[in-house]
């Protein structure tokens, strides 16, 4: 069964529970997978490089290696080892059934690669072999000049070990500036890792017991979804030091993983009473490929605690721009991870055995859906978004005037959505609407504003 997934370099990449490492490649009509051996124990964390063809694996007993995804042995299949290293002696007290290592992180070109481990500490390696740092657990520096180095010895894990958990780890590069931003469940800090000391600020007190539960957005806030309260932004600025709070959406979900694609948040949560799953064949989840298949997770973690996997999911996407909720799935199978790849989202069950893709709908799609449910207003931001050109949006003008018009006898709002169609709707098309004597008040708005925009005919200077 598949154990962990992540995307990028137009492929999807699958860890599994044999050690394996399952490469989904598209080409125009059909899936290529190829597989090698990564590891003799399962593999638990799986990512790739956004700039760079370089594949980061982890086993659950330790084991990191980096491939060469455009260099291979002899047999052509399996990429060369670019390094390998035995994590087990920064946690030999590794405390069970917490796997060692539970975040994974690396530069967009692998200049720098971050393993948070189950004491807390995240392990900080620069290039490929070359320097080797240890960040311990929950270490801030007092003040903006102090520094750190890397312990002599390093401290052993606590009876409660599982609760100092590296949840998410994850870089955000600023010109010649990088810091890692480490959330546990006590806090979330970031370390300024450029140069040869290390920095460490605290960004907030309180943290997330769950992986998955941090992304960073495209104006490069920091998201991180706490279960049943919302998800809370950050600013990520490097060079000012401007760790603040920014944006907070209250989605009152009992979210387990969130992600972003395009201009969506992705969140992934529990049904708050079980109810009966859809089937296969109703939700849009597809069997992985018989042998020893494999799907996704930028920051991949743990499975979901005992007794939760049979818990049902639900995926719910929203548009914070519009404020809308742009797509809902319930009933599903528990989820153990996300990522975004080939333009969808795609989403592997906590079983290791199914494999969900959702794909966006094509923008007249999602107009004529909000035509339906009358949210004309959205859809004219929609449609601006996706760069409609101007006939288009004027046209959901007009149908956002009818419907006022027709449904709702509001004839004030009617009017101010008209007066945006003025240079692309026949005059007459709104002229006819407001003819009755009752409605004269709104034909001379009209009438006034398609003369100030030098569109008004001598019948349009008659008629006023």
Known sequence: TLTCMTGGNSSLYFGDSLGSVHIAQRSEHELRFTSFVAHADPVSQILVAKSRPHLLTVSETGE??????????????????????????????????????????????RTQTAVGIATGEVILITGDTSKRRLIPANHVDQGPKSAMTAPPRLPSARPDAGENAVRGLLFVEEGDQVGLFIVTPHSIRVTLTTGSRLETVLVEPSGVRLPHCCTLNPVGELLIATPNEGVRGFLTSLAERDFSAANTYFYQDDMRAIAWFRSYLVVVGQEK???????????????LPAPSPATAAAVAGASPPEGEQDRSSFIRIYDPKNKVVAFHEGNLPAMRSITTEWGAIFLLSASGTKLMQLEEKDGQTKLEMLFKKNLFDVAINVA??????????????????????????DYQRAMEQYLH????????????????????????????????????????????
């Open 64 to 109: 990191l290696k980096c491939w060469s995804l455009d260099t291979f042995v002899d047999d052509g299949v399996t990429p060369k080892i670019l390094f390998a290293e035995d994590l087990t002696r920064y946690c030999p007290a590794n405390p069970r059934p917490m796997p060692l290592v539970t975040a994974l992180a690396c530069t967009a070109q």
């Open 273 to 287: 009473d079980p109810q009966p799953r859809a089937s296969l064949e109703e939700s849009r989840t597809t069997p």
């Open 421 to 464: 169609t003025i240079g692309w709707l026949e005059p007459s098309y709104v002229i006819k609407r407001f003819l009755e004597s009752h409605l004269i008040e709104y034909l001379t708005q009209y009438l006034v504003t398609l003369h100030a925009e030098n569109k008004a005919t001598a019948d349009h200077t008659t008629l006023l």
């Open 384 to 409: 601006r978004s996706m760069n409609f050109a101007e006939d288009q949006i004027s046209d959901i003008y007009r149908r956002y005037g009818d419907h006022l018009c027709d449904d709702k006898h």
